[in-house]
């Protein structure tokens, strides 16, 4: 959903393109990020749906500015805090001080706007973990690193005795996440409402640990020294389950991009599952695990039937598997995240 501005496919040569509105030209000016701000290029960055970004060049090095926008860019209507900005530029500091290398570095924030520059990571050697998987090239090395990250980060976040007030940002999670994702979909799908009603109300009731919110492979960089994630705008102190069971989701779901690499997805799912869970320290691996599990039936059905659909199923023919397989296991939750898979694989007819 959200956008990854240091990821433009190619740093253009060009001039001066356009000025963004006077608040960011002065945010950069305040930066000290650009040895003269009248003479800064701005290149406005598309792609994403809830914020205003801008490449900026005239430094040292070229930079982002990310400004969360109040109305999404989508077909449904969808609103949003303004202020998720401050928690995302928040998440990636913490990130990058608890795990050095998985998140970009916040080179300036302001409080008062809500915006924030980051760095800009070269696409040459920063590949988008989505694009490689629409393609059909699974690295399940990748994978699991994915996996040991993101249970890392979780860990390292629990620990944080600041963290639950830091980010509590309720209001802002379930306006991106809950709602559109779950409560929608329940009123798209009147005889899975309570099933996904209560997904949600245990979801927004759990409180372990910091979560990104949107651990998609589209927010998922493969640099150098291996995965980063970006695109922190949902950061949440809550349930890392959601974390989890997001990002799986999506392995799930691009078997119907890639039918032939099917197998290779299922198995970097288990993968990713088995590497996250090795890292929980913070509570019983088998009660996140259950969450994850009961949960990610829920979003597997929002990606076809709620506000954010994934853009690469459209065959109704496609869709209808994930009805068939979310609607029987939301009527009878698994308990283990290989269940879930089992039964996609059973669907698709491909070997878990």
Same mark, same amino acid.
């Given at each position: 959903m959200l956008s990854a501005p240091w990821r433009s496919p190619s740093l253009p040569?060009?001039?001066?393109?356009?000025?963004?509105?006077?608040?960011?030209?002065?945010?950069?000016?305040?930066?000290?990020?650009?040895?003269?701000?009248?003479?800064?290029?701005?290149?406005?960055?598309?792609?994403?749906?809830?914020?205003?970004i801008w490449l900026v060049e005239g430094g040292s090095t070229p930079f982002c500015v990310k400004r969360a926008l109040p109305q999404l860019r989508v077909a449904a209507e969808w609103h949003a805090p303004v202020e998720r900005n401050l928690y995302e530029a928040a998440w990636l500091t913490d990130a990058a001080r608890l795990a050095p290398g998985v998140a970009p570095l916040v080179l300036a924030a302001d409080s008062d706007t809500g915006m924030f520059a980051m760095d800009y990571l070269d696409p040459g050697d920063h590949r988008c973990w989505k694009a490689d998987l629409l393609k059909g090239r699974v690295d399940r090395a990748i994978a699991a690193a994915v996996g040991e990250r993101l249970g890392t980060l979780h860990a390292a976040f629990a620990k944080e005795a600041d963290a639950p007030v830091r980010f509590a940002t309720d209001e802002s999670f379930y306006a991106l996440r809950l709602e559109p994702y779950l409560v929608a979909t329940a009123r798209a799908h009147r005889e899975l409402r309570?099933?996904? *009603?209560? =997904?949600?109300?245990?979801?927004?009731? !759990?409180?372990?640990?910091?979560?990104?919110? &949107?651990?998609? %492979?589209?927010?998922?960089?493969?640099?150098?020294?291996?995965?980063?994630?970006?695109?922190?705008?949902?950061?949440?102190?809550?349930?890392?389950?959601?974390?989890?069971?997001?990002?799986?989701?999506?392995?799930?779901?691009?078997?119907?991009?890639?039918?032939?690499?099917?197998? *290779?997805? =299922?198995?970097?799912?288990?993968?990713? !599952?088995?590497?996250?869970?090795?890292?929980? &320290?913070?509570? %019983?691996?088998?009660?996140?695990?259950?969450?994850?599990?009961?949960l990610l039936p829920g979003l597997f059905l929002a990606r076809v039937d709620g506000k954010s659909p994934v853009e690469y199923i459209t065959a109704e023919e496609s869709k209808d598997k994930v009805r068939r397989v979310a609607g029987h296991l939301l009527k009878e939750p698994p308990v283990k995240l290989k269940q879930v898979a089992k039964a996609w694989a059973a669907e698709i007819g491909a070997k878990p």
């Open positions: 040569d060009h001039g001066r393109l356009g000025r963004p509105d006077p608040a960011i030209c002065a945010f950069v000016a305040g930066s000290n990020l650009v040895s003269d701000p009248d003479d800064a290029r701005y290149t406005p960055l598309t792609g994403g749906v809830s914020s205003d309570e099933p996904l *009603e209560r =997904l949600s109300e245990r979801t927004a009731k !759990t409180k372990r640990t910091v979560v990104h919110g &949107d651990i998609s %492979p589209k927010n998922i960089l493969v640099g150098p020294s291996g995965p980063m994630f970006v695109d922190a705008e949902c950061a949440w102190f809550g349930d890392p389950a959601f974390d989890l069971a997001f990002c799986l989701n999506h392995l799930l779901l691009k078997c119907v991009a890639a039918p032939a690499a099917a197998a *290779e997805l =299922l198995d970097a799912f288990g993968r990713l !599952t088995a590497a996250y869970l090795a890292a929980i &320290d913070w509570e %019983p691996a088998d009660d996140l695990e259950m969450r994850a599990a009961t």
